[in-house]
């Protein structure tokens, strides 16, 4: 096997769709605005600065899954997509999937964010298989807690080797924007820094990693 790996928030977009589902919620009317915003604020900023608790974060995001049925949720992604997503898809994320899918490689999308949030954009680009820290679902519903390791930092190699329940890949590429997906490219034989935060340029750079502008 020959695998492209591909990270989702700031690398295939040019926004973090975890963070913007929440702002989307608030500028919706969908959740109080002064608690959610303020959470989701302080998160983020865990997360840009490495130290993010992935199980407590996804919690909160989980909370308001738990509220609605699947109709809803899956017509209110509809509308984020629509009104959030799309417009961020980033061009060269496309033709770089193209790309290994022309060559043959097998393409996975890996992130952080939840299946819930995820799995419909990565479809979106193309990507059909994804890694990504999984809510819980029992009876049709979401109980708000996350199943499986989080697939943050080490927990994405770990989850990845889950996916690969031992098939050997002969070569292997990945793409990412931040310092938390190091164990990642590290991992990887072509490592590539796409826009990447300042830990990861410097990384990058010591690394020889190839580093690339995909900005809209």
Request: charged fraction near 25%.
């Amino acid at each position: 096997m020959k695998l492209a790996l591909f990270d989702l928030d700031h690398t295939l977009l040019n926004t973090d769709s975890d963070y913007s589902w929440g702002e989307f919620l608030v500028n919706e009317g969908l959740v109080d605005p002064t608690r959610h915003r303020q959470m989701n604020d302080q998160f983020y900023e865990d997360y840009k600065a490495g130290q993010l608790d992935p199980i407590a974060y996804n919690e909160f995001v989980f909370e308001f899954l738990t509220q609605h049925d699947h109709d809803y949720l899956h017509d209110l992604h509809e509308l984020f997509m629509k009104k959030v997503i799309r417009p961020q898809m980033r061009p060269e994320g496309f033709a770089a999937i193209e790309k290994h899918r022309d060559a043959g490689h097998e393409l996975v999308g890996i992130t952080a964010t939840s299946d819930f949030i995820t799995t419909p954009i990565f479809h979106e680009f193309g990507i059909t298989e994804t890694i990504a820290t999984n809510a819980e679902v029992i009876d049709g519903q979401y109980t708000g807690k996350v199943i499986n390791i989080a697939c943050y930092q080490k927990g994405k190699l770990a989850r990845l080797e889950q996916w690969l329940q031992g098939r050997n890949v002969e070569e292997s590429w990945a793409y990412s924007d931040s310092i938390n997906d190091r164990f990642l490219l590290d991992y990887a034989d072509h490592a590539i820094a796409v826009n990447p935060d300042d830990r990861l340029v410097v990384l990058a750079k010591e690394q020889g990693w190839d580093i690339q502008d995909w900005s809209i």
